[in-house]
């Protein structure tokens, strides 16, 4: 079937039906990403979600939220609400387990998490920036249940700044 390329414009030939850019154009994207170069988000992600007190910090809630919705749906606008929803629910259910029966059991929800977005990446539904926050944060939500619930709450935030 025939496409038009979103990158370049031009028209290729796409064997699946989801495929969105023409081969020359994933090839250099596959070719930035082994190179290692900055994720976009990258200077957004949060180091910790705590002050020094113990409190949540407010960049949680305001500034980098909405800057990351911004620059995640400017710079890829085939991401739609739905995929951060999709992200959004997993983290949900898995803070509720957690609050619940503690940080052991909901493990392993984190780690599918990560495995699901290698396969949404690797679709070409999610961009490499939003699977670079996620796997960063889901390092920090694996610590505990009070890191998990800080991860909901960022996230949480970055859904409801999120334009579409």
């Not at 994720?39 to 180091?47: A, G, I, Q």
């Not at 898995?94 to 949404?120: F, H, N, P």
């Amino acid at each position: 079937m025939q496409k038009k390329c979103e990158k370049c414009g031009k028209m290729f030939e796409a064997k699946q039906e989801y495929y969105k850019v023409c081969y020359e154009c994933n090839i250099a994207k596959q070719s930035k990403n082994e190179r290692g170069e900055k994720s976009l988000l990258s200077d957004l992600l949060l180091k910790s979600y705590f002050d020094e007190k113990g409190n949540l910090v407010k960049e949680i809630f305001l500034d980098i939220p909405d800057k990351i919705a911004k620059k995640l749906y400017q710079d890829h606008p085939s991401l739609k609400m739905k995929q951060l929803r999709d992200f959004y629910s997993i983290i949900s259910n898995a803070r509720t387990s957690a609050l619940l029966k503690g940080i052991d059991s909901v493990r392993s929800i984190l780690w599918q998490c990560a495995t699901k977005l290698e396969y949404q990446l690797k679709r070409e539904i999610i961009p490499q920036s939003f699977v670079d926050f996620m796997r960063h944060h889901l390092k920090l939500a694996e610590k505990d249940e009070k890191h998990l619930d800080a991860f909901y709450q960022h996230l949480d935030s970055i859904v409801c700044y999120f334009p579409k």
